[in-house]
């Protein structure tokens, strides 16, 4: 169905959100909701407990979120938090705490999360302030209960997220201890990435009568999903547009359609993309009937090559020439996978699904192969030698269609002319050269950090006793990151943890974004997106790290 310009445009008004939810999701760039929170939002609305099968990268956060801000009331006086999420690591602590605070930004939702390496007096001001929702790990939270620091008596939601991974991690009696403590009138929901007896049990013993979902049961019918060349590449955030590039660089796709999750990011990578020489046009849910008539002219007259899009706007898109569709994250379902890779490859035509999958999206894959029961090759990113040898290719393959046309006779003169003075193969390479220049192959020599796929979380790089040595320092900061100075280190006591929760505590940044950190004894490093840069900096120039105030700038460039 196409899209109207004046529908609703966030697709989650029919899910009976609060209107300050629905204006954050719009502001969000969300367009519709994820599987997982369309079938796990209304239940949860309606006040059942929750099992949930679901990974990472499926938006499964803002499933349990929504329906806790939803059930919070505006501008809460009361100290002690309405609400409980459990999560397996200081990272998601952080994430799901930047999350459920965007969401609810408009209901005044104060958010906090409660990790270890954080001091913890900070989190002891901030609780006996008053807070809604606190996103802890286990080892943590039994700590502040008992200090009496945190008080879950008025709590009417706990959630249990990454549920397996808490199990993992060694904190199945920490789970236990607090869900006794916790009201017996709660709502308690529980997500998982997989479903091992163990969680079973737990949710035998904590939930009551939960609704059961699962993403990815569904099977698609045999031979509904189209035959096309299926291939993942595992890469950092940091590097995504870096090995997008790459990727459509060799690659060379007639007509692309890449996809991405929100608004935001679709204008921000097509933006990104025509930087680097591509003809991108975007195409999202805030964009006019009119204009998209024209992008699509454009794709359609070639003018165009690739078409960033989210899903919504995509829908009813039908485009002959496309060859290859590219995932720019994995899809929050094995649906919408087939959907989207099923644009191409049609009518014994070859086609090529792309996905960008970040290490630890990697379980998801998984899921859409056991679902498309089709295999996807995770490649590794093309090198710089790789993309070398593809472009001579291309230059080889464009000389000899030249070749073949017979329209060559008035450039006899030209290289008769320097026969006199060159062997015929030097005049030959010459030409080779120029038009290889030509054909506008940009000079890429960065290399693309290789990753492994993984399901457990990232652990950040620390500085080894010896700092910040002199090799290291002159080295450049990673492609798309920028080196920020910080002006306190080792001997005040600064651990890679204090930065992250510093930067990720006062900017729009999460741990995940924070690239490799480097500790001297009077200064730091930090990498940051470069975008993000100058945010951060003005950010943390407000802000304390471990209670002082420290300088916070660009670093100077030590090289020559
Ligand atoms: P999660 O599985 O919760 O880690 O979410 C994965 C990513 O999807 C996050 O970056 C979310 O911001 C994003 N996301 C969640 N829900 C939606 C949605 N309905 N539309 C677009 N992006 C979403």
């Not at 209960?145 to 990454?162: I, S």
């Not at 996807?376 to 030698?385: D, G, H, L, Q, W």
């Not at 790089?461 to 450049?476: L, M, N, T, Y």
Request: net charge negative.
């Amino acid at each position: 169905m196409p899209l109207d310009a004046n529908e609703d445009r966030t697709g989650f008004a029919e899910l009976a959100l609060r209107p300050e939810l629905l204006g954050a999701l719009s502001g969000l760039g969300y367009e519709e909701p994820t599987p997982i929170q369309r079938e796990a939002i209304p239940p949860l609305l309606e006040g059942h407990d929750l099992l949930g099968q679901a990974a990472t990268g499926t938006g499964k956060t803002a499933a349990f979120a929504l329906p806790v801000l939803q059930r919070m009331e505006k501008d809460r006086s009361a100290t002690a938090p309405m609400a409980l999420v459990l999560v397996p690591t200081r990272e998601l602590a952080v994430q799901v705490s930047e999350a459920v605070h965007r969401y609810g930004k408009d209901i005044g939702a104060r958010v906090l999360p409660i990790y270890g390496g954080q001091p913890i007096g900070r989190q002891l001001r901030a609780l006996e302030r008053g807070v809604d929702v606190v996103v802890a790990t286990p080892g943590r939270a039994i700590d502040h209960m008992g200090r009496g620091t945190l008080n879950l008596d008025q709590l009417k939601m706990v959630v249990l997220d990454e549920a397996d991974e808490m199990l993992d991690m060694g904190f199945a009696e920490d789970i236990d201890q607090i869900l006794q403590a916790v009201p017996e009138q709660r709502q308690t929901v529980l997500f998982s990435a997989t479903m091992p007896p163990r969680i079973d049990r737990m949710a035998r013993s904590h939930l009551r009568e939960p609704v059961r979902i699962q993403i990815g049961r569904e099977t698609t019918p045999q031979g509904e999903a189209p035959r096309v060349r299926q291939v993942a590449y595992v890469v950092s955030r940091a590097h995504k547009p870096a090995a997008l590039g790459r990727v459509l660089d060799v690659e060379a796709p007639t007509a692309a359609i890449v996809f991405c999750r929100t608004r935001d990011e679709v204008d921000q990578l097509t933006e990104t993309l025509n930087g680097r020489g591509y003809r991108a046009e975007s195409l999202h849910g805030g964009i006019s009937q009119e204009q998209r008539d024209r992008v699509m002219n454009r794709l359609r007259a070639g003018t165009a090559d690739l078409l960033v899009a989210t899903d919504v706007a995509a829908r009813g898109l039908d485009v002959d020439q496309l060859t290859h569709v590219i995932n720019y994250n994995v899809p929050s379902a094995p649906e919408s996978y087939v959907h989207r890779i099923g644009r191409v490859g049609r009518a014994g035509r070859e086609g090529v699904a792309i996905t960008l999958a970040e290490p630890r999206e990697h379980s998801m894959l998984k899921t859409i192969e056991r679902v498309t029961k089709q295999k996807i090759e995770i490649e590794k990113i093309p090198t710089v030698a790789d993309l070398r040898a593809r472009r001579l290719e291309l230059t080889r393959a464009a000389l000899h269609e030249s070749l073949l046309e017979d329209d060559l006779a008035s450039f006899r003169v030209v290289v008769e002319s320097l026969t006199d003075e060159f062997d015929l193969v030097e005049v030959a390479l010459a030409a080779v050269k120029l038009a290889h220049e030509a054909s506008g192959a940009a000079a890429d020599e960065e290399e693309i950090p290789e990753v492994a796929p993984r399901t457990e979380r990232p652990r950040r790089e620390q500085s080894g006793p010896g700092g910040v040595g002199g090799a290291r320092r002159g080295r450049g900061p990673t492609a798309g990151m920028t080196r920020l100075f910080v002006g306190a280190g080792r001997a005040a006591r600064i651990r890679p943890q204090d930065l992250v929760g510093a930067i990720a505590n006062e900017s729009r940044l999460n741990g995940r974004d924070i690239g490799a950190i480097e500790i001297a004894d009077r200064f730091s490093l930090v990498e940051v997106p470069e975008e993000a840069a100058e945010d951060v900096i003005s950010a943390l120039r407000g802000a304390t790290i471990k209670g002082r105030r420290v300088q916070v700038r660009r670093e100077r460039d030590t090289t020559a």
